[in-house]
């Protein structure tokens, strides 16, 4: 009896007893595979980014959109503690890839493509990293996050309307 619970718990940890641990570890690899193509053209992408980001006609809140990522990445505290094993980098990951999506998102397109011409980047392996991205996240997830450029501007807009700013900065100078 001993024996037989034993062989089954090496079994799943190997991934021998039914083929089904085996077939999830091979979908999350050619899933992970996926991304490779991404990974090779990260640098271009990089310039892509630091180019729409220095374009006057890339949305303000798009741009806040990413400086807000980038500040969560270095601020160090995390939704959940990188401690944790696989997930604890997960939300670092969830972060990035929902800033991207909707900063690109916010981008006019005819900006895109000028600058995916500039830089000499082929538009239609864009567009498939691009998609790769986005089906990496839930699209309920997406739709909310889409949203939030929308209540920065009224946040923004309803501080510059309400008088506060000149106050506070008076106060902080003071």
């Known amino acids: 009896m001993a024996r037989s619970s034993r062989r089954r718990r090496e079994a799943r940890t190997t991934g021998t007893e039914t083929g089904r641990t085996q077939r ?25 980014f630091w180019e729409l980001i220095r374009d006057e006609r890339t949305p303000v809140g798009r741009k806040a959109m990413l400086a807000a990522a980038l500040g969560y990445l270095v601020v160090g505290r995390d939704l959940v503690p990188d401690d944790l094993p696989i997930i604890g980098g997960l939300d670092d990951l969830v972060v990035v890839v929902l800033a991207v999506d909707v ?63 000149p106050r506070v900065r008076a106060w902080i100078n003071d």
């Open 24 to 48: 999830i570890g091979l979908r999350r690899l050619l899933g992970l595979a996926a991304f490779l193509p991404l990974a090779s053209r990260a640098p271009q992408y990089g310039r892509l």
């Open 103 to 165: 900063f690109l998102d916010g981008v006019p397109e005819d900006v895109i493509e000028e600058k995916l011409d500039e830089l000499g980047i082929d538009a239609r392996s864009f567009r498939e990293d691009v998609a790769r991205i986005r089906r990496f996240t839930p699209a309920s997830l997406r739709r909310i996050i889409r949203r939030a450029p929308a209540a920065v501007g009224f946040a923004g807009r309803t501080w510059r309307n309400s008088g506060l700013g």
